[in-house]
Structures are given as C-alpha cells and as structure tokens.
C-alpha cells in the first residue's frame, strides 16, 4: 500500500470519527486555596528581591515579605474557618487535589504559626558577636564557598549574608501546607518534594561547623530520596490497584463500593497484593518525614548538624505536615483495610515510643537529645493516629499544635548558650547554667518538663488526650507503654533541670548571649503556649475537636 493511501485512510477515520470534544479549562477555587497561593506568592517575591535589591537592602526586605505573607496567609485560614469551610462547607478543591476541611485548615494554622515563630529565630543577628563590624546571623556567609577557604574568608569579610534562607523558608511551608490537605497521591508526592528540597538546602547552611552542617544535609537528602523514592513506588502500585490517584476513588476500591470500571483496569483491581504493598510504601515514606523508628536513623544527626534556627523549625513542622498527611492517607483512603495497618503501626508505635525514650538516655548533645526525645513523642502522636476514632484525630491536632511551640521555644533556647566556637550544645558545658543565668535556665526548664508531660504544662494536656483516645479506641496495651516511656523519657529531662540548677559552674563555662526582641519573641511564645494549653485547654480541645472531621 502507498503511502498516499495510508495517509487517506487516516485523515477519512479521523474524520468520520466524532468530532473531539474541547479540554475542559480546570476549575480552580482561588479563594479555598488562598493561604498556600499567598506564601507561593512571596516565596516568588523572595526570589525577585534577591535578584534587584541591593545586599545591604535585602535582609529587611525579605524579613518584611515573610512575615506579612505568613501573618496574611494564617489570617486567610482564620477567614475560611469563620466561613465554615473547617465544618458545614467543608469540601474538595482543585478539581479534586485538595480537601478544604477541619483537619487541612487547623493543621494549615498550625504550620503558618509554627513557621512565623521560626522565621524570627531565622531573622536573630545578636547572638554572635559582630565580624568586620556587621552583624551576622546563624548561616553562612555565602553558601557556595568551600568552608575554610579564601572565598569564605573574603565573604565573611565583606559582610555577607545568606538572605535566601527566607524564600526558601516559604516553599517549604508552602510545600507544608499543600501535603496535610493534599487529596490525591500526586499532589501528595509534589507537595512532598516542594517541602523537602529547601529543608536539604537549609540544613547546609551553617556559620559554624560547616562541615558538620553539611554533612547532616547530604545524609538527609541521600535518605529522604530513598524515602520518596518508596513513597512514588506505592503511589504507581495503588494506581494499578485502583485506576486512580483520587483518595476518594481509591477509597471507594477498597471499600468494594466503587461503579463503572475501567475495562483496561478491572484484571489487576481486585489484585490485593498491590494494594498492600503500595499502601505500606506510602505509609513507610510518611513515617520516614515523622522520624518513627525504625525509619528514625537520619533524625539525631540532621537535627545535631543543621543551623538550630532550622532545626527548630523543621522538627515543629514537618511533624505537624506529615502526621496530617498520615491521617488523611489512614482515615480517608484505608479505612477498608484497618485490621491490616492497624497490627502493624501498632508495632511502629511500641518500638518508637521505647527507643526514643531509651536511646535518649545516653545521649551527651542537647540537640540529638532532643532529636530523640522528638522520635519518642511521634510514638506518643502514634497512638492517637491508632485509635481510628474521631477523638483520636482531634487527640493528634491539639497534639501537635502544643508540641510544634514547646519545641521551638527548646531549639530557640539552645541559639543563646554560647562559647567561642559558636553554640555549646554539649551538655556538660550547661553545668550550672541555672546559677549563671537564672531565667534561660528556668524556661528551658519549663520547655522540658513540657516534654515529659508534667500536669499544667501542655504536654500533659496533649499526652492525656491522646492516650485517652487510643484506650477508648481498644489500644489499651498501648497506652501502658507511653506511659512507660514517658516514665523513662521523664529521667533524662529531669536529669537536664538538674543539671542546670544543682551543679557548679565551670570558670571556663558558656555564656548566655542576649537575644534581639525576634528570639524572645519566638521564646515568649512559646512559654506561652506551653503553659495556656496546659492550664486552659478546653477550648483549644474544642476547636481540635471541631476540626476533627475529614471530608470525602
């Protein structure tokens, strides 16, 4: 046959075919998604303010840019909850990629504030003492100079900062804020990299211990593509399970409920295998973002080698971000598959909660300390994650809206207790600090006790709830080992306090810097929070309580 014949045959089945419908325009609910669209916005801003304005101009011009996208995007959450959008209105956007519900705004809110606070640890430039006569913050002069060398050197001389840190701070709560409410496994896995690309970068970026710094980067970007890569892995076996990336389709195949089935797919549907598999691969990369055990490995040194402003932020967070993410997947898309999860996740809460706990024990660096002792209370947020009721969602919200301030109002702390080499996080130079430096002291002392869960603090408030809910949900056996490891968490705690207040000072001991308004603030807040959630928290229950609802 010629090729003139072909080319007939073709153009005559094109045409006697009907004729080709139009690609629907998508249909997009600006207003429902306003929060992330204002920090996408200014994370943009950020990058265009680094390009035009001079360098002794952008510092102020990038601080000023976060903190109104942050504060406009938390008024934005504020204004879809007042219009009902957290309860009666509650709905799916995007063309079905985002749930604008009670759960995806309260833990919106959460990161929106966690990450305002953040940002002023970020912005503190008080606590070193000033180089060439400028002020320097707690990242590097210029990230790209090889540390100890002449650019370094040059740069630091020239006065240089990185003010970039602040744009990248808003993709990755803009990254944040997309993952808890995203409502298909695509948005889920871009909403992943967006939020983890800039914590690579961040944690790189130290003044001090450069090397250290990014060392913790390289090991936490080498595992985190391990994880993501798992996480696209499930995401492409649950596509072959169920046809569909849409949480409320692939909801619907577990379930047996779903109608009209692709024909090209109904061999593989009712493959279980996928399902089970595709589901513990998502679950896995989730688990890996909490820092459960055994997926825990990169938490102690990303936390010890990042700038403590960002380490800071990030164990607040991306906590905050991931367990909701994690809820969503369980409650809204596996509630079919309970009895299979719920055995196994109940084995992740058990090895977490006690090796955190115990492993926190012989630490001797109060920032893998407190990395540990964070694996530890994603065990205790584990457990309400288990319950599989709606108490255990609104348990897990208030959870994690108490753990984010106590946490960098800790890290914040940390920032101020310095010697030559920058800041003294080996805990035999905190000998004495109570004596040298009383009021540091006695607020991290309220952070700790925080932690461990002493009544009128809100680590009670959270803890009470959660194991609570997880008894009421038949994980009794569960809530005897929290309150185990709590015990055990306790004695490391306490042993820090004591330390603190019942010990000489050195001669050659730290010293305590004295912060800028921005790190007071950020602590301020934060003893704030810990103990208003610990001695009111009724009605912050009741507004957990009140958002504890998924839509579908």
Sequence with gaps: ???????????????????????????????????TLIVVGAAIIGVLVEAFVPRKHRYYAQ??????????????????????????????AAMGAIAVDGPALFLQGTILLAALVGLFTFAERRLD????????????????SVPGSDSEKAAVKAGFTT???????????????VFPSANDLLTLFIALEVFSLPLYLLCALARRKRLMSQEAAVKYFLLGAFASAFTLFGIALLYGYAGSVSYGTLAQVVDGTVQNVNPALADTMGNDALLLVGSAMIVMGLLFKVGAVPFHMWTPDVY???????????????????????????????????WDWR?????????TMLGGAIVAITQTDIKRLLAYSSIAHAGFILAGVIATTPDGVSSVLFYLAAYSFVTIGAFA?????????????????????????????????????????????????????????????????????????????????????????????????????VPSPLTMTAIGVGVA??????????????LANQAGVFVR
Excluded: C
Aim: glycine fraction near 10%; hydrophobic fraction near 55%.
């Design 343 to 351: 055995p196994v996740m109940w084995g992740v809460a058990v090895v």
């Design 413 to 513: 702390v940390v920032t101020l207790v310095r010697d030559a080499g920058g800041e003294a996080t080996h805990l035999s130079k905190w000998a004495g600090l109570g004596r040298r430096s009383p009021l540091v002291a006695a607020v991290f002392a309220v952070f700790l006790l925080a932690f461990a869960g002493i009544p009128l603090t809100s680590g009670f408030a959270g803890k009470f709830a959660v194991f609570k809910a997880a008894a009421e949900g038949g994980a009794a056996p569960l809530v005897v080992v929290g309150v185990i490891s709590s015990a055990i968490a306790a004695f490391f705690y306490i042993r820090v306090i004591v330390l603190m207040f019942f010990s000489e000072p050195r001669p050659e001991g730290p010293t305590v810097a």
């Design 304 to 338: 010890q080698g990042a700038p403590t402003p960002v380490t800071g932020f990030m164990a607040a967070a991306t906590k905050v971000a991931a367990f909701g993410a994690l809820l969503r997947l369980l409650y809204v898309v596996l509630p079919g598959l309970r």
């Design 1 to 35: 046959m010629s090729a003139s014949a072909v080319h007939s045959l073709w153009t005559t089945a094109a045409t006697a075919a009907e004729p080709i419908s139009k690609i629907d325009s998508p249909k997009i609910e600006y207003g429902q998604l306003s929060p």
């Design 529 to 542: 929070v810990t103990l208003v959630l610990g001695v009111a928290p009724q009605y912050f229950l009741d």
């Design 63 to 92: 601080l000023f840019v976060s903190v109104v996208a942050l504060v406009a995007a938390f008024a934005a959450v504020v204004a879809l909850a007042e219009g009902g959008y957290g309860t009666t209105k509650a709905r799916i």
């Design 129 to 144: 003492p000033e180089v060439h006569g400028n002020r320097v913050d707690s990242f590097a002069a210029q990230a790209a």
């Design 163 to 177: 003010t970039e840190v602040f744009p990248l701070l808003l993709f990755a709560v803009a990254g944040m804020l």
